[in-house]
């Protein structure tokens, strides 16, 4: 029988994330009539049925044209509107980066980003669709807010507030059934790092569906009495560079934990702010430039070394090089 | 290669029927519905028009070529391989799991024989068969190129960046089929984004445009694909219009988009077995 871990947030329920966003999606709309939506045949799959039965007239149906799209949603903008695109992440960035960079980016444009379908944890349909790279891609992008909510809950609250942010927004989110371990009522401050734990031997910086791992990380490192300081990123860009310095300078070391490749991704950001500010060990779960495959998420984060027990051996790793 | 006779050949597609719901079922993810659809099509190809060397040489001089453009019908490419000697039908359990060589969409990165470029992303398949018919035609290899993609991935602009290119380079030794079961993930095509007369978009494009009225009847589809290979050789590609039954060959699954990407359960796929004879052996 597996030891009951006593983690310091708990759940009672799983729920995917894109639930989370299509929750957010409908309310926002109800909120904001300025907020329409536009999906490339994966009304199902990103939840956005809600809102389009609600707001017939306030949502479009592209079909399979994810270019397209994207310069729809630029050009709705002109009108006042604040579209949010709905489709797979790999969809949703590689397969438009250029769209995306002129008509969106690099024009200023009010557009919301919504991807779906992020990382390992989408399992069985493998590498094709498994974007590892997306999160790199988007925050290279001048102008551009990353965001990748961790649970249900706040990617919900994620999707209502990016309406109140004027400037284009890439809000990452999952496919697979996950712990709700973030309260139902929080408040989302694009940019404000939510410091979740605090300790004093070691920061784990985590983003997406990994801060729920990195939650358990924590429960066991305490068992053997390290403690950890836990910070939820939500906000890849911009950083929150003061909670990041604040944090290391307490603790004097770094994991970063995220479901994308090392390159690109929030540890390279971090370790960008680090080192020109405070250098500190620092250590990376997340892929190591490799491609995904099919399979089932927790097989797929165990195999790629992204869950909690990975986590536990990096954070002693940091700890070690202090 | 021996010809086989229809029964022969309809015996093949109710076996490949089969070993796609299993795999689906395996697993628990997939797409069966035009897997089942686009059987008699596969079967076709791979046991009466296509020569091609299950031995597998990557760049596949001197045999024709296929590439699926619609990645998601995986299933049935899978077993039609397996059946036709690419892999031992065995390996057909390891679909969508770990460390399998069947991948959710087809990959190279495995290694799996059969597959030449990885699909999965709509829309990019009919560019990579064009690239393949020119290296042929610069290599003097006049085996022909086959390509099939969905109605629904019609919407993608690059197939109409593709379907402008290939008539220009005179393109000639290419067949490309379009899986016209009118449905795709959301719905009915007409409903999500009507594609209205693909025929005459086709041939304003320059392409010799063909239609298979019955794309689940063998005999048709091997008529179609022979007329498509008498028009090839005069400067033009071909393109045919293949219309299908999504989920063709089990009744509760035909003609609905429902079963476009999701597995049966225990009973429905019991159920559905009954429909199907096993006259190759279940893997
Ligand atoms: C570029 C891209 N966008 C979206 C998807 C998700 N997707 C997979 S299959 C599919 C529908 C395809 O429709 P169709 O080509 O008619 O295939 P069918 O449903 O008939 O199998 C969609 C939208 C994808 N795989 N690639
Ligand atoms: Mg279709």
Redesign the interface.
């Known amino acids: 029988m597996e030891k009951i871990l006593d983690t310091k947030y708990t759940y009672t329920e799983k729920k995917d994330t894109r639930s989370g966003f299509g929750d957010g999606f409908l309310e926002v709309g109800k909120k904001n009539k300025n907020v329409v939506g536009l999906?490339a045949?994966?009304?199902?799959?990103l939840k956005m049925g809600a809102f389009q039965k609600e707001f017939p007239d306030r949502f479009f149906?592209?079909?399979?044209?994810e270019?397209?799209m994207m310069g729809l949603a630029a050009g709705l903008t002109i009108g006042g509107k604040i579209p949010y695109t709905g489709t797979f992440a790999?969809?949703s960035t590689g397969?438009v980066y250029d769209q995306i960079r002129q008509s969106i980016a690099y024009s200023e444009k009010n557009v919301k980003i919504c991807a779906s379908h992020a990382g390992l944890t989408l399992?069985?349909?493998?590498?094709?669709?498994q974007i590892l790279e997306d999160v790199g891609m988007m925050k290279m992008l001048p102008n551009m807010t990353v965001i990748n909510p961790c649970d249900y809950n706040q990617t919900k609250a994620a999707t209502i507030a990016i309406a109140d942010h004027e400037g284009p927004v890439y809000l990452r989110f999952g496919r697979p059934k996950w712990p709700i371990f973030t309260p139902a009522d929080q408040p989302f401050e694009i940019g404000k790092a939510w410091k979740m734990i605090e300790g004093t031997d070691v920061t784990i910086f985590a983003t997406g569906h990994l801060v729920w791992e990195a939650v358990v990380a924590e429960a066991i490192l305490r068992e053997e009495g390290i403690s950890v300081e836990l910070i939820n990123i939500h906000t890849i860009k911009p950083l929150d560079t003061a909670a990041v310095l604040a944090s290391v300078a307490k603790t004097g070391c770094a994991v970063t934990a995220e479901e994308h490749q090392f390159n690109g991704g929030l540890g390279d950001i971090i370790a960008q702010t680090l080192v020109r500010n405070q250098p500190v060990p620092q250590e990376f779960i997340g892929v190591d430039d490799s491609?995904g495959?099919?399979?089932?998420p927790e097989?797929?984060l165990e195999?790629y070394g992204l869950n909690a027990e990975n986590i536990v051996k990096a954070a002693k790793k940091a700890i070690a090089r202090k | 290669m021996e010809k086989h006779s229809t029964e022969q050949l309809n015996a093949v597609c109710s076996q490949v029927r089969r070993d796609i719901l299993r795999m689906v079922h395996a697993c628990q993810s997939g797409h069966p519905g035009a897997s089942l659809g686009c059987t008699e099509f596969f079967v076709a190809l791979y046991f009466d028009q296509m020569k091609h060397d299950s031995s597998f040489n990557p760049d596949g001089k001197g045999e024709d070529l296929f590439f699926l453009s619609n990645g998601h019908i995986s299933p049935v490419w899978y077993s039609v391989l397996s059946r036709s000697g690419y892999f031992d039908t065995e390996e057909l359990k390891t679909f969508r799991k770990i460390n399998s060589r069947l991948q959710g969409h087809p990959a190279t990165e495995e290694g799996l024989p059969g597959i030449r470029v990885a699909s999965g992303s709509l829309g990019q398949g009919l560019s990579v068969a064009i690239g393949a018919a020119l290296a042929k035609k610069i290599n003097g290899d006049d085996r022909l190129v086959y390509a099939l993609m969905g109605d629904g991935e019609q919407q993608e602009g690059q197939i109409w960046e593709a379907a402008m290119c290939a008539p220009h380079h005179k393109v000639d030794n290419l067949i490309a089929s379009i899986d016209v079961n009118g449905q795709q993930i959301d719905g009915p095509t007409k409903e999500i984004m009507n594609l209205l007369d693909l025929k005459a978009k086709w041939e304003a494009f320059g392409w010799e445009v063909i239609v298979t009225e019955n794309g689940n009847e063998i005999t048709q589809v091997i008529k179609s694909l022979e007329k498509a290979k008498s028009l090839l050789g005069n400067g033009k590609p071909v393109l045919n219009l293949l219309h299908t039954d999504m989920g063709y060959g089990v009744d509760f699954m035909v003609g609905t988009h429902k079963w476009h990407g999701v597995a049966p359960n225990d009973e429905q796929l019991e159920n559905a077995l009954g429909q199907l004879e096993e006259t190759l052996g279940d893997y």
């Open positions: 999906c045949d994966l009304i199902g799959s149906q592209v079909g399979i044209s270019a397209n790999n969809f397969r399992g069985e349909d493998g590498a094709t669709h491609f495959e099919s399979g089932k097989e797929l195999k």
